[in-house]
């Protein structure tokens, strides 16, 4: 039972990172109105927001029936947003009679945004980055369904294997050559310290040294094709 719920365990953190990944991609490649409906359905999780209202690259709503302005920033994939960017929103809405602003980014913040966030402003804004914004997804149910993120996973291992297998071939031909030469030597001191092995330690010097030989052709050949 342990074995299986540990498993079980297991599979359900691997679904939740290949999900995560797979929606945090999703988003940068959006178009920007696409992009602005996945945040209007994350931000629904959210029980404390309401009268939510989509306005001209912004979104007005309720916090605790407090009025609060919402922006936004599509990254790149693994991008950032600037400081430059954060303070702009800032800049615009803070007067506009909001009692505090909230900053969504599919990416995540330099260091300076949140020297922003941490000050103590007449009107205080709150920074949310890529993981917070997966998290609300998560919560307003838009991650893939489970059917999907099994072929996603077993893709995710299927390109770890192909990865290993790729890094196993680009060991250098000399240092497998090396180490068949290595043994080689070994077996072939080996023979002469123990007599009554002579013909199987020398047999073994002989094939290690073949198969060094062979190791380099091989890696030549490939190397050329």
């Not at 702009?88 to 602003?101: A, H, P, T, V």
């Not at 949140?114 to 998560?138: S, V």
């Not at 068949?180 to 077996?187: A, D, N």
């Not at 040294?209 to 062979?214: K, S």
Request: overall charge positive; glycine content about 4%.
């Amino acid at each position: 039972m342990k074995k299986r719920s540990g498993y079980r365990k297991n599979r359900n953190r691997m679904r939740r990172f290949v999900a995560r990944e797979y929606m945090a991609d999703k988003l940068s490649l959006l178009s920007r109105q696409e992009f602005e409906w996945h945040i209007i359905k994350a931000l629904s999780s959210i029980k404390e927001l309401s009268n939510l209202e989509q306005r001209k690259g912004y979104f007005k709503a309720l916090y605790n029936n407090m009025p609060v302005a919402i922006g936004y920033h599509q990254a790149p994939p693994n991008g950032h947003e600037t400081y430059e960017g954060v303070w702009s929103f800032y800049n615009s809405f803070r007067s506009r009679g909001y009692s505090g602003l909230i900053y969504i980014s599919s990416g995540y913040f330099e260091e300076a945004c949140h020297n922003l966030e941490d000050r103590d402003l007449d009107t205080p804004i709150t920074l949310l980055n890529i993981d917070n914004l997966l998290d609300l997804m998560e919560k307003a149910h838009m991650h893939p369904d489970e059917e999907f993120l099994d072929d996603l996973v077993q893709e995710k291992i299927r390109k770890y294997r192909e990865k290993l297998n790729k890094d196993k071939e680009k060991v250098p031909a000399f240092y497998k050559l090396k180490r068949y030469i290595t043994s080689s030597l070994l077996f072939f001191g080996a023979s002469f310290l123990f007599p009554s092995y002579f013909p199987f330690y020398f047999v073994l010097s002989i094939l290690f040294l073949v198969l060094g030989l062979l190791s380099q052709v091989l890696s030549s050949n490939r190397a050329v094709h």
